[in-house]
Nanobody, 114 residues
Framework: QVQLVESGGGLVQPGGSLRLSCAAS????????MGWYRQAPGKQRELVAS???????NYADSVKGRFTISRDNAKNTVYLQMNSLKPEDTAVYYC????????WGQGIQVTVSS
């Protein structure tokens, strides 16, 4: 089991940027896949981006070209750089150990609004 703590969320204007961080309680070197998910009000939780231990990435179509996921194994941290934010990106963002058994962070609010 690993505890995950997200940070870096908040309120940003459309077109702005945020960087989310996910700090893990232990080494993530051996974790094959880490991911960021989000859930907007009234909607199901959805994959935003994932990254494997070898650095392969996968993105939802809605964020391709705008978001970048990365991992720093030395710091036990996964990042999500979000650029060109849109109002429809507003959601609670969750970090996840995306392999069985799954672990989730508590979530962090991202609000894109003018």
């Amino acid at each position: 089991q690993v505890q995950l703590v997200e940070s870096g969320g908040g309120l940003v204007q459309p077109g702005g940027s945020l960087r989310l961080s996910c700090a893990a309680s232990r080494s993530i070197v051996s974790i094959n896949r880490m991911g960021w998910y989000r859930q907007a009000p009234g909607k199901q939780r959805e994959l935003v981006a994932s990254i494997t231990s070898s650095g392969s990435t996968n993105y939802a179509d809605s964020v391709k070209g705008r978001f970048t996921i990365s991992r720093d194994n030395a710091k036990n941290t996964v990042y999500l750089q979000m650029n060109s934010l849109k109002p429809e990106d507003t959601a609670v963002y969750y970090c996840a150990k995306a392999v069985s058994p799954w672990d989730w962070g508590q979530g962090i609010q991202v609000t894109v609004s003018s």
